[in-house]
């Protein structure tokens, strides 16, 4: 589930280039408010005017074996530049309010992060992230969850062909597109107590790659720093 970033300045410039030299948006969009506060500082090596943040407005899905989980909105920023002519990020925060899980009368899920993240895309996947699904419901233990702090999910994402990549402004730099994780394992819930089995069933879990999919259509805004 690279939430949920898509690409880096080298390569978002490669991808986006001829795009940004001349396009107009397809139709009006309503963009949502990007919010800059977690951007990390650049370090203190690194080199002037190569760094920027990248603010990312989603809303996410995660499908367990044919079941749709809504996410609702999922933020993210991290920064990148260079520090001596090498790219280099700094992960900033991922937010996500607890969304109801349907099927499970008054459970909730939230998504955070796993400690691990690569937003430097390749030809292989736009990006790497670990996190983990925190479920909430009064009668589930207090560290209910599917993988945890400890041991994440690691999802790589790609471009997800439904949502094709464009150009909104480019003053500020603003685009749209969507990415998946089609191969995404799920392991069973760890610390939900004695209706954990219940919980397990409900969802499907575990879930083999191949059977489940996370899903991100991202508004992301740039920002130099």
Partial sequence: MKLFAWTAAGVAAAALGSTLAFASPAHADELPTFDFTDCPAPPANAD????????????GKLTI???????????LTFSE??????????FGAMRHA???VPGLAGTTIQLRYGGFSDFQSNDERRG???VYAVLRHPLLGKDCSIGTAAKP??????????????VISQNPVTAYRGVIDADLALPATQG???????????????????ENAFQQASYVQYKPL
């Fill in 48 to 59: 002037p005017g190569t760094w920027r943040c990248e603010a990312f407005v989603s809303q």
């Fill in 65 to 75: 074996d044919g079941q749709e989980i809504p996410l609702g909105e999922v933020r």
């Fill in 81 to 90: 530049g260079q520090v001596n002519g090498q790219y280099a990020q700094e």
């Fill in 98 to 100: 607890p969304v109801r």
């Fill in 128 to 130: 790497e992230l670990d």
């Fill in 153 to 166: 999910l690691h999802t790589v994402v790609h471009d997800d062909p439904a949502v094709p990549p464009r």
């Fill in 192 to 210: 939900c107590g004695p209706l954990g089995r219940l919980v397990d069933r409900r969802l499907g879990l575990p879930s083999p790659s191949g």
